[in-house]
């Protein structure tokens, strides 16, 4: 029912389409050591070795892991599996909290030990009035 | 087969409905924000600044839509060379483009509070950066070429390069570990956000497609002008 020129066209673009994700999914997935905004604390113990670059780690900050002295923080990462302590120094957000995620930049000191120069709260995906949240933990 | 894409007819609706639209918009814009200011509920860890929410992510879905619209009008614009489907897709860019700069404006200022840094280069935050450099990209090849088949055929390689972005986008959140949290609302799960939050995202969004819609007419009727003055009765 459409002429020759049409399905030519048709094709020919589906070709051009097919042919843009295999390159763009090639490109992401040698890259993807870059995409990851970053590491668990699970894949810093698999690390062979460390270099001295910064990198971020993040993570949930485990329960009862916060100690505050004079201005430094420190606080344990987890993943629940693997575990590792950071410290710093500064200001931290006001969504970081224990039991939260966090994702902290800095650098590693060795393996279970993290110097960080910059802390990020990370918020999870719930969102609900505080009267919710107060029933739900009553529950 | 697209009869029915009469410019005379078109016109006719395109040079009325603006204002209708425009009303409509106005009344639903002042219940979502009434909505989302005043009545809804401050969230249990955000407080205040999850409002910001109902301004980001309507605006990043229609951005997403609206650029999800463009390609498949230019692609079916070029496969059956219609130029109506593409004067469409045109005069659809500008709010997408609008809406996406809206949703890094609104995320940037809700990160500062919220993560502590006013921009990540994370997988979501920068796709996202992306889709607006190809909306960029599609608006100005139209400005910059004169030979139409040329327009055409660049525009339609803007969209097909950056649709491939647009699930890049949606699932960056899954497939890679970012800061940016994962998606809340959820067609097929249930959803973790209260449906007293819920309802105000949804009027909003509601507003800013009327938002769209308006812009939409304002700009189609403008390249239908354009044509009747180039005394052309066909497209």
Not at chain 1, 106 to 113: A, E, M, P, S, T
Not at chain 2, 46 to 67: C, E, K, N
Request: glycine share 6%; aromatic share 14%.
């Amino acid at each position: 029912m459409y002429g020759r020129k049409v399905k030519l066209r048709f094709f020919f673009i589906v070709a051009i389409i097919l042919s843009v994700i295999l390159s763009v999914f090639l490109v992401l997935k040698s890259l993807e050591e870059n995409v990851v905004y970053f590491k668990s604390p699970s894949d810093i113990k698999s690390l062979g070795k460390f270099g001295n670059e910064k990198i971020r780690i993040g993570g949930m900050v485990k329960q009862d892991s916060i100690k505050i002295k004079s201005n430094q923080v420190n606080f344990i990462i987890t993943d629940l599996k693997s575990e590792i302590n950071v410290t710093y120094s500064g200001v931290v957000p006001n969504l970081f909290s224990e039991g939260k995620g966090v994702v902290a930049e800095g650098y590693l000191k060795d393996k279970i030990f993290f110097e960080a120069t910059k802390i990020l709260a990370k918020h999870d995906e719930n969102y609900m009035p505080p009267e919710v949240k107060a029933a739900l933990e009553n529950k | 087969m697209f009869k029915f894409f009469n410019p005379s007819k078109i016109f006719l609706i395109t040079s009325k409905a603006p204002k209708y639209v425009m009303i409509l918009f106005v009344m639903v814009f002042s219940i979502g924000l009434l909505e989302a200011l005043i009545f809804s509920p401050e969230d249990y860890k955000q407080g205040d600044s999850v409002r910001i929410m109902y301004v980001h992510v309507p605006a990043a879905w229609i951005s997403l839509g609206i650029f999800s619209s463009i390609t498949f009008l230019s692609l079916c614009g070029y496969i059956f060379k219609n130029m109506n489907l593409f004067l469409i897709a045109k005069s659809l860019a500008p709010s997408g483009l609008l809406f996406n700069i809206v949703a890094l404006v609104t995320g940037s200022i809700w990160g500062k509070p919220t993560w502590g840094t006013w921009w990540a280069w994370d997988a979501r935050i920068t796709s996202m950066l992306i889709l607006g450099l190809f909306y960029l990209m599609f608006l100005i090849a139209w400005r910059i070429y004169e030979d139409k088949e040329k327009v055409l055929r660049i525009t339609t390689i803007i969209t097909i390069l950056g649709i491939i972005n647009v699930p890049i986008i949606k699932y960056s959140v899954d497939w890679w570990n970012t800061l940016h949290q994962p998606a809340s609302i959820n067609i097929l799960s249930k959803s973790s956000i209260h449906s007293s939050m819920l309802f105000p995202l949804l009027i909003m969004t509601a507003a800013f497609v009327l938002f769209s819609l308006l812009i939409f007419l304002m700009k189609y009727n403008t390249e239908l002008i354009k044509i009747k003055n180039k005394g052309l009765d066909r497209l």
